[in-house]
């Protein structure tokens, strides 16, 4: 048994590293124009411990979801709202277009590319323990990973001309 002492003493540092529990990679979402109610929002989650992704907040959004898509008995992609999206220890969980992913509904504003929007993420870890980390997401129209310029390699190749070359 440890004494409470010893509790109240690393607590803080408990806390600190509970916080950065999950690796949140490549957060994005998709730009919107002027009136747009909705978008989808993704990144490629990695949990240090099992913890399961239970809601998201956004300060641009009325209603924020956790979404799935599937195809439906008819071969429809349908997208739903899920409850939770598990996140085992050390896999990586990648939400993309076509598959798990953040939804933004009744947005109050217009998302223009290039700027970013902070996204509370709210986890539950494998005790039932809630906390929550807030991420900023690049407003891009596809994954800023793919956006980078690349006919090969993306992460070896220096930028030769191709970068450089505006209009
Ligand atoms: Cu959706």
Excluded: C, Y
Aim: hydrophobic residues 45%; aromatic residues 4%.
């Amino acid at each position: 048994m440890k004494t409470k002492l010893a509790g109240i003493a690393l607590l803080g540092t408990f806390a600190l590293a509970q916080a950065q529990t999950v690796t949140v990679q490549n957060p994005w979402v998709r730009p919107t124009v002027p009136g747009q109610k909705g978008t989808g929002g993704f990144a490629t989650l990695t949990s240090k411990d099992d913890a399961q992704l239970v809601g998201i907040r956004a300060a641009v959004a009325g209603v924020s979801e956790v979404h799935e898509m599937k195809v439906d008995a008819s071969g429809t992609m349908r997208m739903s709202a899920i409850p939770a999206i598990d996140l085992p220890a050390g896999k990586a969980v990648e939400l993309k277009p076509g598959g798990l992913h953040l939804m933004l509904l009744d947005l109050k504003t217009a998302l223009p590319k290039d700027t970013t929007i902070p996204v509370v993420m709210q986890f539950k870890a494998k005790d039932g323990k809630a906390f929550e980390q807030t991420v900023s997401f690049a407003v891009s129209p596809r994954s800023p990973l793919q956006a980078a310029p690349s006919s090969g390699a993306a992460s070896a190749s220096a930028p030769t001309g191709a970068g450089a070359h505006k209009h």
